[in-house]
Structures are given as structure tokens and as C-alpha cells.
Nanobody, 122 residues
Framework: QVQLVESGGGSVQAGGSLRLSCAASGRAVSGYDMGWFRQAPGKEREFVAVIDWYALNTYYADSVKGRFTISRDNAKSTVSLQVNSLKPEDTAVYYC???????????????WGQGTQVTVSS
């Protein structure tokens, strides 16, 4: 089992920044590719970004490309999402996820966190 705990969410004004973090634990955490998803009120959960185990490959949703940056620190078992130039439409619960790179891109995950709320006001 893998446990994922997100932190770093909050309320910011448009144009602001946040750094979301996800702490992974569990004996099986090694080797997983990691991703971030988000779910806005009344909408389906959507893919945001993914990073492979070696941090050599990343992939982003078009809506966040150039504004969000995913990174990881395997020594600390953490994955982060730096979110810049926030827009009101970025308001959502952000979820950390673990799985395989291609499956994460397709929205299929082995493990989910509980989420952290990001609210962007105009």
C-alpha cells in the first residue's frame, strides 16, 4: 500500500502562486511515477501533470503548461507542484496520485491522496 498526503493548498488572488506538496509513504512507494489531478466543483476530476520516477520525463495538461511545474525528491518521498500565475478557473481540489506514467496521463491511478483545496479569487 502507498499513502499519499497533500499539503500547501490555500486561498490566493489571481496571479498568485502556491506550492503544493505530496508526501508518500508505504513500503511499495519506490518506483512509482507520480501525478497531480484536480477536481473543480461540479466537474470531473482532470489530469494536471505527471513525472516519472527518475524525474526525466514530465507531461502537463495544456491548460497549465507554462504555469505549473511538477518535481519530486525521491530521497524524501515527496512530489511537488509549483503553481504560478493562478487563475480563478484553477480553483479546485488538487489530488496527488501514484501509478504508471502513461496510465496517469490517461487518468488511471493506483493510489490517490485526500486532496488539498486551492481557491483563486479574481
Amino acid at each position: 500500500q502507498v499513502q499519499l498526503v497533500e499539503s500547501g493548498g490555500g486561498s490566493v488572488q489571481a496571479g498568485g502562486s502556491l506550492r503544493l506538496s505530496c508526501a508518500a509513504s508505504g513500503r511499495a512507494v519506490s518506483g512509482y511515477d507520480m501525478g497531480w489531478f484536480r477536481q473543480a466543483p461540479g466537474k470531473e476530476r482532470e489530469f494536471v501533470a505527471v513525472i516519472d520516477w527518475y524525474a526525466l520525463n514530465t507531461y502537463y495538461a495544456d491548460s497549465v503548461k507554462g504555469r505549473f511545474t511538477i518535481s519530486r525528491d525521491n530521497a524524501k518521498s515527496t512530489v511537488s507542484l509549483q503553481v504560478n500565475s493562478l487563475k480563478p478557473e484553477d480553483t479546485a481540489v488538487y489530488y496527488c496520485a501514484a501509478g504508471a506514467f502513461s496510465r496517469l496521463r490517461a487518468g488511471v491511478c493506483d493510489y490517490w491522496g485526500q486532496g488539498t483545496q486551492v481557491t483563486v479569487s479574481s
